[in-house]
C-alpha cells in the first residue's frame, strides 16, 4: 500500500481504487480503518479514491504521542498527504466523524480545497452535536420494521447513558438491514481504534465559533449530504451546519441511515458525482 511520512514521522497509508481525478477520502468512526467505505458504492468508476488510514487504523502506524489522535492534530495528516501526492488542491470527501476533520481542514487551508463532500457528517467541529432527541425521534421513523420492538428499548437506555452500545440495535444506523448491512456492521470493532476514538474529540478538540468564522469565507463549493433515516445528523441539523458554509448545497438520500451508499448505491454515488462534477442536481449526466 502507499505509504508517506507524516510531520512527526508517523508512517501513514493510503489506498487507491478507481481512476480519474484524485478525491481524498476521510474516513469516520471515529478512528475507523477506512476500509468500511469500500468503493463508495460505485464512486471509484468515476473518481480515482485515495482513502487515507488514519493514523493508528488499519495499515498506518500509532503515533509516538497519543495526544496526536485528537482531531485538531490530525489536520497535518491531510495536508502532508496532499503534499505527497503533489496536488496544489484538493477533492475531499468526509463521512461521519470525518466531516469535522474535514471541516478543520478546510478552515486552516481553504487555499487547498477544491470541493468538498460532507457524508453523513457530525457537524462537532461547529459546536452543532447530535442529540440524543435527535437519535431517538429519527429511531421513531422505523417503528414498523420488524427488528424496532427487540431494538428500541436497549437503543433507548444507550441514549440515556444507562446500557452499553449493543449490537441489536444496529439496523438504526442503516436504512436497510439487510445481508450487506449485517455484514458491515460486524466488521466494525476490529476496524476501529477505539483507544483513539477517545482522544479524537478530546478538549481543545474544538474551537466552534473560529471554525464557524473562518468557514463563513470558504470560496469553495460544499455538499451536505443526509440520510432521511439517520439520527446524527438528523437532516434537519445538515441543513443548519449547510448554513454555516456560503456555497453550500443539501441533498437528503430517500430511506437512508448513516451508511448512504449502501442504501442506495445509485442515488448516492449519481448525487455526489453530480456535486464533484460541479453539475445542477437532478441534470442526467452525460
Not at 458504492?41 to 503515533?63: F, I, N, Q, W, Y
Not at 486552516?108 to 457537524?123: K, M, Q, S, Y
Not at 448491512?181 to 476514538?197: F, I, L, M, P, Y
Amino acid at each position: 500500500m502507499p505509504i508517506f511520512t507524516a510531520r512527526d514521522g508517523t508512517r501513514l497509508t493510503y489506498h487507491l481504487r478507481g481512476r480519474g481525478e484524485p478525491l481524498i477520502v476521510l474516513p469516520g468512526g471515529p478512528m475507523r480503518a477506512c476500509a468500511y467505505l469500500g468503493d463508495l458504492g460505485g464512486l471509484d468508476a468515476h473518481r480515482r479514491l485515495v482513502l487515507l488510514d488514519l493514523r493508528g487504523t488499519g495499515e498506518s502506524a500509532a503515533p509516538r504521542d497519543p495526544a496526536t489522535y485528537r482531531c485538531d492534530r490530525l489536520v497535518d495528516d491531510v495536508e502532508a498527504l496532499r503534499v505527497h501526492l503533489g496536488l496544489d488542491r484538493v477533492d475531499l470527501l468526509a463521512h461521519s466523524a470525518g466531516g469535522s476533520l474535514a471541516m478543520l481542514y478546510a478552515a486552516r487551508h481553504p487555499e487547498r480545497v477544491g470541493r468538498l463532500a460532507l457524508i453523513t457528517a457530525t457537524p462537532w467541529a461547529l459546536g452543532m452535536p447530535a442529540t440524543a432527541e435527535d437519535r431517538r425521534a429519527a429511531a421513531l421513523l422505523r417503528r414498523d420494521e420488524p427488528w424496532y420492538a427487540e431494538a428500541f428499548p436497549a437503543f433507548r437506555a444507550w441514549l440515556a447513558g444507562t446500557g452499553d452500545y449493543d449490537p441489536v440495535f444496529a439496523p438504526f444506523f442503516y436504512g436497510r438491514w439487510d445481508e450487506a448491512a449485517r455484514a458491515h456492521e460486524s466488521a466494525g470493532d476490529a476496524e476501529t481504534n477505539d483507544k483513539a476514538a477517545e482522544v479524537f474529540g478530546a478538549d481543545g478538540a474544538y474551537d466552534p465559533p473560529a471554525t464557524r468564522a473562518a468557514l463563513a469565507g470558504l470560496p469553495s463549493p460544499v455538499l451536505v449530504l443526509a440520510g432521511e433515516l439517520d439520527g446524527g445528523p438528523r437532516p434537519e441539523l445538515a441543513r443548519r451546519s449547510a448554513e454555516v458554509f456560503p456555497h453550500a448545497e443539501v441533498a437528503v438520500q430517500p430511506g437512508a441511515g448513516h451508511y448512504p451508499w449502501l442504501d442506495d448505491p445509485e442515488w448516492f454515488v449519481g448525487r455526489v458525482t453530480e456535486f464533484l462534477a460541479g453539475r445542477p442536481a437532478g441534470r442526467t449526466p452525460s
